[in-house]
Nanobody, 124 residues
């Protein structure tokens, strides 16, 4: 049974930073492509960023490029999302997801494993 558990969400003012973490258990994390998605109220779940199993390849949605950084520590089985220069439109529930391969810009249906989500709220 694969488990993904996100943490690090919260309330932050516009221009601030947050770092999300996703702890993975039950699978060889180092062989898994990982991604972050987000879902704002009344909107569909949207791709944010993806990273290859080695961590050498990354891909970002245009809306977060230059502000967010995805990374992973395979020794700790943990995925990260560093979010800087946050904007009110970044407010959403953020989900980490796992797949058998690197999926740059992939659709949510292509991911096999999901966390429960963590709320990020950016005030103006």
């Amino acid at each position: 049974q694969v488990q993904l558990v996100e943490s690090g969400g919260g309330l932050v003012q516009a221009g601030g930073s947050l770092r999300l973490s996703c702890a993975v258990s039950g699978r060889a994390f180092s062989s898994t492509g990982m991604g972050w998605f987000r879902q704002a109220p009344g909107k569909e779940r949207a791709f944010v960023a993806a990273i290859s199993w080695t961590g050498t390849s990354t891909y970002y949605a245009d809306s977060v490029k230059g502000r967010f950084t995805i990374s992973r520590d395979n020794a700790k089985n943990t995925l990260y999302l560093q979010m800087n220069s946050l904007k009110p439109e970044d407010t959403a529930v953020y989900y980490c997801a796992g797949a058998g391969r690197f999926l740059p810009g992939g659709a949510s249906r292509e991911y096999d494993y999901w966390g429960q989500g963590t709320q990020v709220t950016v005030s103006s």
